[in-house]
C-alpha cells in the first residue's frame, strides 16, 4: 500500500511540475518597444474627462525592463502636456486642471514603479489617475508581447 501511495505522489508531483513549466516570469529579447493602448472615450457626452489613449517606450536590457517612458495623447493624437485641461490656453476650471495635471504627472510615477519593480502585475495605481492607468497596463501589456522570446 506505501508503494501504490508513492506512485501517486510521485505521479501527481510529476503532472504539476509539468503543468506549471511555461507559468514562471516571461523571458524578453534586448531592445526598445513601443506600445499602444485603445483610445478611451467617455461614455458622458458632455465630457471629455479622461478622453485619448496613452504609449509607452520600454527598454529591454539584460531581459528585464531598464526603462519606460509613457505619455497620453487627446483622441486627435495632441500630447497632453502642461497644458492639458485649460481652455484656450487659459486656466478656466481650475479644478479641473488641477485634476487633469496631477493625472498626468501620474504617468511618471507608472514608468517609474514599472522600472523598479519589473512587472506590470506590481505597478499601483494612483487615485485619480484610473484611466491613466488602465491606458498605462493595456500599452505595456502590447508592448512587453512584442518583446516576449517565443
Request: glycine share 12%; proline share 1%; charged share 25%.
Amino acid at each position: 500500500m506505501k508503494y501504490r501511495t508513492w506512485i501517486t505522489l510521485l505521479l501527481g508531483a510529476a503532472l504539476a511540475a509539468g503543468l506549471l513549466t511555461g507559468c514562471g516570469a516571461a523571458s524578453y529579447r534586448d531592445g526598445t518597444y513601443e506600445g499602444q493602448s485603445s483610445v478611451y472615450e467617455n461614455e458622458d457626452e458632455d465630457s471629455e474627462e479622461g478622453n485619448g489613449y496613452g504609449v509607452v517606450d520600454i527598454t529591454i536590457s539584460g531581459g528585464k525592463i531598464s526603462s519606460c517612458t509613457f505619455n497620453t495623447y487627446e483622441p486627435d493624437g495632441k500630447l497632453k502636456d502642461e497644458d492639458y485641461g485649460k481652455e484656450g490656453g487659459e486656466i478656466k476650471n481650475k479644478d479641473f486642471y488641477n485634476k487633469a495635471q496631477r493625472a498626468r504627472s501620474a504617468c511618471e510615477n507608472y514608468s517609474q514603479q514599472l522600472v523598479a519593480k519589473g512587472d506590470i502585475g506590481e505597478v499601483d495605481a494612483i487615485s485619480g489617475a484610473t484611466y491613466n492607468y488602465n491606458q498605462f497596463v493595456e500599452a505595456v501589456d502590447n508592448a512587453l508581447a512584442q518583446a516576449e522570446q517565443k
